[in-house]
């Protein structure tokens, strides 16, 4: 039985160390991945474990507060320090480490272990953890599925019912050939009916947040979301004036907000609650005081309905998302 590591930073992980680790897998019966960090590290340990966890379940992932094999390059002292923390961690015998950098061949020689090298010119996959870090955007196809909600942009459609969220949310997400989340509370009353109670908005908030959370997974850069928790929180309001603390201890809000303005008609379409002036006004200005209250980015966007797709892409450009 034969056991190999794969040693490194991984900041972030990305498609190039894909590969190694599953190609290091094929070569050895039993693998252990070992993610050094430090105080101080521009992304977690915590973080990058979980990454790699999530995309190698059957794998063995081990953390270490130790530099890493790049940081101790050229260094005989720090060699041995990094030999003997894995040596602590990893008491079978290693057989093989497996890299991408020709530098651990240093490691290698002092665990007394067979050295494989894997694409350390980076042909295979043309990137590396700091192009991703630099520009993880322009580098989205190399940043895996468990990465991505860390980079991708949150774009949050926000207000009232009749105020084009529904429309404006797809053609967004075709504009940026991305994906969105519909609006569950929609497909919720369609299922149960209107009758709601406060557990009814905390279910339809749990699950869009759930939605939105597989879907930055799969996303491309950015993710349009028609509404989320914060918009159920004002429904709640609105409809008992009051709302479940659930809702205040939300805290995966977007990178921006559209909030849509209602000079525009309301529409009954058999899912909505508030069409006259007083009831539309207050569940706006509710609507923006929770986005002023949290103090988040966003924009107000109004016109004839025909005009909010492009006032919507030139809020998102003066951004900067």
Same mark, same amino acid.
């Given at each position: ?16 160390? %894909?590969?190694? %680790?599953?190609?290091?897998? *094929? ?20 973080? &990058? ?11 063995? %992932?081990?953390? %270490? ?17 990094? +030999? ?6 990893? &008491? ?45 955007? $322009?580098?989205? +196809? ?21 105020? $084009? ?67 159920? *929180? ?47 006004? &207050? ?5 923006? *005081? ?17 005009? &909010? ?13």
């Amino acid at each position: 039985m034969t056991n190999g590591i794969v040693i490194g930073r991984f900041m972030p992980l990305q498609t190039g160390h %894909i590969a190694m %680790i599953r190609t290091a897998r *094929a070569l050895v019966d039993h693998l252990t991945v070992i993610v050094c960090w430090q105080k101080g590290d521009a992304i977690s340990g915590a973080q &990058r474990l979980q990454w790699l966890l999530e995309m190698f379940p059957s794998i063995r %992932i081990v953390g %270490i507060e130790a530099p890493s094999p790049h940081d101790v390059a050229g260094s005989s002292e720090g060699i041995k320090k990094l +030999r003997d923390e894995i040596q602590d961690l990893h &008491r079978a015998t290693i057989h093989r480490l497996i890299a991408s950098d020709r530098r651990q061949s240093a490691l290698a020689i002092a665990l007394g272990t067979m050295f494989t090298l894997v694409d350390p010119e980076h042909q295979a996959v043309p990137v590396t953890s700091a192009a991703v870090r630099a520009d993880p955007l $322009g580098h989205w +196809r190399f940043v895996p599925t468990a990465v991505r909600p860390t980079y991708a942009h949150t774009i949050c459609l926000h207000g009232p019912e009749s105020t $084009g969220k529904t429309t404006l949310a797809p053609q967004l997400a075709r504009h940026f050939d991305t994906l969105f989340v519909p609006e569950y509370g929609r497909t919720y009353c369609e299922q149960y009916g209107l009758s709601l109670q406060m557990d009814d908005l905390i279910a339809i908030g749990r699950t869009h947040a759930a939605m939105t959370r597989a879907l930055l997974r799969q996303c491309n850069q950015r993710l349009v979301l028609d509404t989320d928790p914060l918009m159920s *929180a004002v429904w709640a309001d609105m409809l008992f004036g009051r709302r479940d603390p659930w809702f205040d201890a939300f805290q995966d809000t977007a990178d921006l907000y559209l909030l849509l303005d209602i000079d525009m008609p309301w529409v009954d379409d058999g899912t909505r609650f508030f069409g006259d002036e007083e009831r539309r006004r &207050r569940f706006f200005d509710l609507s923006r *005081a929770e986005l002023d209250r949290r103090g988040l980015n966003y924009r107000i966007i109004g016109g004839p309905p025909e005009a &909010r797709f492009e006032r919507a892409i030139e809020a998102i450009a003066e951004v900067g998302l």
